[in-house]
């Protein structure tokens, strides 16, 4: 009795060791591996700033993305254990911060670590609009943040630093054709009138030269997940429906009863509707994603001239 209760304990205490070593290594959709040589481990927020790390490292970093589904809402996201003990592990962390994504400062303080490096968005950002944290939408945002996420691979890894430096190149070469295609906008449609239903899309209308007609109050009222005045909503509503707007442009991450309205209206008017997201589609680049919703707002833009 006494050999069989050591067997069983003996038993248990395999299988939690295989859990706990399990538990370290997974990850849905990727892998944390810690203490590789030359091997930088990254964690991010989310899974563009994941993306565009990847493309930095050009293979010499592990990246994981916490939210790498394109459905869930960063504003609402609850960290998990798994999600904790990754960033406990990473040399390297992405946030956005602006409180866009507090859960991840909470897992920062429940891990303090000297040796980690923690590139916060916001603090880089050199352009940033009052209450709008959506910062990765600002081209000029990105090449930023690239910049400082390059300086942190560096310095975790500085015998690789030429590459980096080359990649870091390449990515800002990437930008490019997004720029020009903002520039292309701005020199056909500025000052077009057009409709947003959160503060999402401001980073790019404004440089586009694009004005935007739905109240400030609104948008920012839709992207904090509150409910906008009867005042600023009907503002929005006549403005689809007298047709003052060429487009709306519709956060399809943020819809609530009043955003699918606008939506509804907009069609009925044959206003054309361009839906953005908040975060990344799966299996795209960061580069893609923002060029695939440009050109369909451009076409957009042309099919109401």
């Known amino acids: 009795m006494k050999n069989k209760l050591l067997i069983s304990i003996i038993g248990i205490i395999v299988i939690i060791g295989i859990g706990a070593v399990l538990y370290k290594t997974s990850k849905t959709g990727s892998t944390m591996q810690t203490n590789q040589p030359g091997v930088v481990t990254v964690v991010a927020a989310e899974n563009f700033y994941g993306d565009i790390a990847k493309q930095l490292a050009g293979g010499k970093a592990q990246v994981v993305s916490i939210i790498s589904d394109p459905n869930t809402d960063p504003h609402e996201y609850e960290s998990t254990v798994k999600d904790a003990q990754e960033v406990s592990d990473a ?3 992405i946030k956005n911060g602006d409180e866009y994504d507090t859960w991840m400062d909470k897992l920062l303080s429940a891990s303090p670590n000297n040796n980690r490096i923690v590139v916060n968005a916001a603090d880089i950002a050199p352009r940033k609009l009052e209450d709008n944290p959506h910062l990765w939408y600002g081209v ?9 996420i390059t300086n942190a691979l560096k310095k975790q890894d500085p015998a690789d630093s030429a590459s980096y430096d080359s990649n870091l190149q390449t990515f ?3 930008l490019q054709p997004l720029i020009q295609k903002m520039n292309d906008i701005k ?3 500025n000052g077009t009138p057009v409709a947003l239903t959160e503060t999402i899309g401001l980073y790019q209308t404004q440089p586009m030269g694009l004005n935007v007609l739905t109240p400030l109050a609104f948008e920012r009222a839709i992207a904090e997940g509150n409910d906008p005045s009867a005042d ?5 509503n006549d403005q689809i429906t007298n047709k003052q707007v060429k487009v709306l442009i519709y956060n399809s991450q943020t819809v609530t009863p009043v955003t699918t309205n ?3 209206e907009a069609k009925q008017n044959n206003i054309p509707v361009v839906p953005v997201t908040e975060t990344m589609p799966r ?6 994603w923002m060029m695939d919703q440009l050109t369909a707002l ?7 001239k």
């Open 283 to 288: 299996n795209v680049h960061y580069q893609n």
């Open 140 to 148: 000029d945002n990105v090449q930023a943040i690239a910049a400082s």
């Open 262 to 264: 606008l939506q509804n």
């Open 187 to 189: 020199s056909k449609y």
């Open 172 to 174: 800002d070469n990437s």
């Open 91 to 93: 040399q390297v962390v």
């Open 298 to 304: 451009q076409n957009a833009l042309q099919s109401t």
């Open 232 to 236: 600023d909503v009907a503002k929005a």
